[in-house]
Every structure is written in structure tokens, then in C-alpha cells.
């Protein structure tokens, strides 16, 4: 029977996840599909309940559903409770339950892309809060850096500092600050923002502050260079690109869908930087 799964969004028609589940799938000879699904805002209710109507496994969740994920879902894993959103869940007969693995794909892009970056200890600034970099802050914690988030809105940030330290089962370093107060001493700033998406603009983050040993990540993939990027990169920083994120979170997924991890045997970056009509970029050593 074909096992059924796919991602949801609004929008999600940007998603490069039925690529990367459809090369593995093949890959591995299961008999499975991966689907998108591109919502209007509030159509996320309705759309759980007709995902389990048809039989659905599972499905990755993106902006804005991940919070709304998390409190759908009848239980959660501590990664998903721990970021206090969700980007997987799973259609079990008990209900629904919710998983978290951004930060295992931030993580694993990190480890892939700015080798030799030791988290523990290190300064790491985040910005934004909203669904996205809950997952990564949840992770960054656990990783034992010291983390702090900038936002606009101040009160949205502390929410999330809460919600992560009430989780964690150990003490984490967790603050607010500006991007200017925080950027001397970071070993690590991530846009977690979608400023950037689709060749937007920086969002404003000014990096001028920041020293130039900073690694610098953006969670955007489209473009693959965003704007944020790109002035990191002008300034001499290693950046780690969302892409590298996207399919590092997008591996525990497809086990926990198709019940077996994806093949190796296919370099699903390579299809995906041809989908965005890209070559590989050079990367500061």
C-alpha cells in the first residue's frame, strides 16, 4: 500500500521537500508519495482533518503552522516541546503527534557547512522568534551555547526564552538583545527570519559589528544566497545556507514517515541546486 505524506504551508509552493522525499523514495525503491499542500492562512484546521481522512502518515510543517502544529497534536517529543512548535507530525490511531527536527537539520548544517565550530561555550545569536527559530534555540541550548535572540517584538522573544527553559531538563543560557549589543561577541548569528525569502531584502541586519571569525547562517534557501548572506559573505564570514538545513531536517522526517532512513546513494543537493538553477557555491575554508 502506498504509504502517503507530504508538507504544508502558507505558502508551500516554494517548498523543495517533494523533491528531496521524491529522489529518496525512488532511490529506496519504497512505495510512497510526497506531496504539497499550499494553504490559504487559516485553512490548517480543515486540512489536518482531511489529511486523516485520506490516509495520510504524516506531514512536514512550514511557516506559519508550526506553533499550531505543536497544539494540535494529541502528544509531542521533547524536541517538539522543548522548541514549542512543531515541523513534523504524525497520524497515529491515539492522535496526532508532533515532532521537531529543525534542530537536527540546523545542527547537522552547521557540522556539514562551518566544520570545527564548537557550540558549547560559544555566543550564538538568533533572530527572530517565531516558529523557526524556536526549533533552533531549542537545539542551540541543548548544544550548550549560550543564546540571544533578537526580535522586534520583545515580548514574542521572551515567550520564547520561556518556553524553551521551562523544557529544558538542565539550567541554558538564554537572553534577549539587540543585533548591535549582541554581534561583538557571537561566534554563530542565524537568520531565522523569512526576510530574505525569494530575493527579499536583509531584513536590516547590519553584521558590521559582528567580528569577522562569526559563522553566519541564514534558514532561507530561495534564493540560496540570500541578501543577508550575500553581505556576510562580502565581509569575509563562513556561511552555512538553509538548503543544507532544509535537507538535514528533512532525514529523520522521511524515517519516520517511510519507516527507513533515506539512501545515501543519492545526492538530493545537487537535484535541488539544479531545481534552483544553481551550481555548488565556493565556500570559505
Known sequence: MTIRAGVVGSPARHSLSPLIHGAWLRAA????????????????GPFLDEARAKGLRGVNVTLPFKEQALAAAATATPDAVAAGAANL??????????????????????????????LDGAKVVVLGAGGAARGAVAALAAAGAEVVVVNRTQGRADALIAAVSAASPRPVKLSTASLAMAAPSAGLIINATSAGLNGADDGGFDLSAAPTTAVVMDMVYKPLVTPFLAQAAARGHRTVDGLAMLIGQARPSFEAFYGAAPPDDVDVRALCLAALGLAAPERKA
Open 29 to 44: 525503491g519504497i512505495d510512497g508519495e510526497y506531496a504539497l499542500y499550499d494553504l490559504a492562512p487559516e485553512g490548517f
Open 89 to 118: 507530525l504524525i497520524f497515529e490511531d491515539g492522535g496526532l503527534v508532533a515532532n521537531n527536527t529543525d534542530g537536527y537539520g540546523l545542527l547537522r548544517a552547521l557540522a556539514e557547512q562551518a566544520p570545527g565550530l564548537d
